[in-house]
Structure formats: C-alpha cells, structure tokens
C-alpha cells in the first residue's frame, strides 16, 4: 500500500501538469469511524458527454484515504482510490453549485476495521456530492458528501463502509 501512496506522491510533486485540482477532506462513519482524504483531479479532459444525461463535466480524481475507529485508534485503514467524476453545474453563476457523482475502484491495504469485514481489499467506491465555488474570484469549492465503499458482493461478508464528509478543493 505504501508503494503505491509513494508513487502518487512522485507522480503529484514531478508532473503537476497532470492535474489542476487538489482536495483535502475530512469523514465521518456512523460506524464510529473518521479519517482524512488527499486527492488530486484532473479537470481539463477533452470529453464531451451526451445531452440526454445533462451534458456533466467529466473528471478523473485519485486520492488516498485514511480512517482510524473512534474508539481505538490503534484500528486503522487506508485505501487508494480512483474514481471517474461527473459534474453537473445546477445553480448560480458568479458562485456556482455543482452536483458531483461517481463510480470508481479503491484498493485497501487490510480488509477489517472494527467490525466492518470487507473480504477483499479491492472495493467499489459510489460517492455523490454538492460543491459549491463559494468565491467569485477563487475556483476553490467546498464540498458535502456521502461515500459508499463495497466489494459488491463479490465475496462475503460484504460489510461496506459508509462516510459521509467535507472537502476543501483547490485548483492551481
């Protein structure tokens, strides 16, 4: 896992030009548990999407995530995800608000916290959000959101895990 956290970290710091956006998030579990995401997301992809879903903006987002259990905090988790990201603009136009939307794949590098059991360390990751560019002269946003991560019963027990959380994204 921490081969991988490393090669995200070369690739962030060597070709910023990969990526225009970084985000910072902060999640919480009713499972008791919490934890911090750092993603980077490319916004600029030359991909026009079909009207009849709303013509969303598509992007791409990898990000690496780390929850602790509440309770003990000893009981930790981390995941690398990737995950394509639609982005429907709904409302405002000097500070606009955006429903984001995706499906995308994470690795963890243990498959229990807790008491949540996932069986494998490959999982899905279903996440919905609002954003909101809250500064006219800013692009940055911030964000609420829901997350879902599941094997999709691929083996069981298929615990999943659910977060709900805030983020702070930031473009260059």
């Known amino acids: 896992m921490w081969r991988i956290a ?11 030009s990969f990526a225009d956006e970084v985000h910072f998030t902060g999640a919480y579990s009713t499972d008791q548990l919490r934890g911090v ?5 490319v916004t600029n992809l030359p991909v026009e999407l079909p009207t009849w879903i709303g013509s969303p903006k598509l992007h791409v987002e990898a990000a690496l995530n780390h929850w602790q259990d509440s309770n003990n905090t000893e009981d930790n988790i981390t995941a690398f995800t990737i995950s394509p990201i639609l982005s429907w603009h709904i409302a405002g136009a000097q500070r606009p608000l955006f429903l984001e939307a995706g499906i995308g794949g994470s690795y963890f590098d243990k498959t229990q916290i807790s008491n ?14 609002l954003s909101w560019q809250y500064n006219r002269s800013s692009s940055a946003r911030i964000a609420l959101g829901y997350t879902h991560y599941s094997n999709a019963d691929i083996k069981r027990p298929n615990d999943g895990l659910d977060f709900f959380w805030l983020s702070w994204a930031l473009p260059f």
């Not at 490393?6 to 910023?16: A, C």
Request: no cysteine; net charge positive; aromatic share 14%.
């Open 6 to 16: 490393s090669l995200v970290v070369l690739i962030i710091l060597n070709f910023p």
């Open 37 to 41: 995401r750092a993603g980077y997301r």
């Open 116 to 129: 949540r059991r996932l069986s494998t360390q490959f999982q899905f990751e279903d996440r919905i959000s």
